[in-house]
């Protein structure tokens, strides 16, 4: 399975959590960045984790609430949410970086998954 497939968005109340997996083979030997976009808006990085889990990228605005983590085992990688804000609501999607280094630039990243949809709203 080339494509990568993401779970556990829903609907959650402002200040809940969600925890988002992306899951796909082979993803123990890239990094992997999670995206998301709302309508109207372009697609942003929130999260990139290294191929070692040592090295990571957060979008500014979700660094002390989101964690990204990865389970290489499981080839899987997650997005911890927390604190969740209105303005969370997206649809996030995972992508495999195809260079070594973390970016939160969409740019070199490849198999793309459907995206899951996140709404915070009370």
């Known amino acids: 399975q080339l494509q990568l497939v993401e779970s556990g968005g829903g609907l959650v109340q402002p200040g809940g959590s969600l925890r988002l997996s992306c899951a796909g083979s082979?993803?123990?030997?890239?990094?992997i960045g999670w995206f998301r976009q709302a309508p109207g808006k372009e697609r942003e990085g929130v999260a990139c984790i290294s191929s070692s889990g040592a090295g990571f990228y957060y979008l500014e605005s979700v660094k002390g609430r989101f964690s990204i983590s990865r389970d290489n085992a499981e080839n899987t990688v997650y997005l911890q949410m927390n604190s969740l804000k209105p303005e969370d609501t997206a649809i996030y999607y995972c992508a495999r970086r195809t260079i070594k280094y973390c970016s939160g630039s969409s740019s070199l990243y490849d198999r793309w998954g459907q995206g899951t949809q996140v709404t915070v709203s009370s």
């Open positions: 082979r993803l123990d030997r890239a990094p």
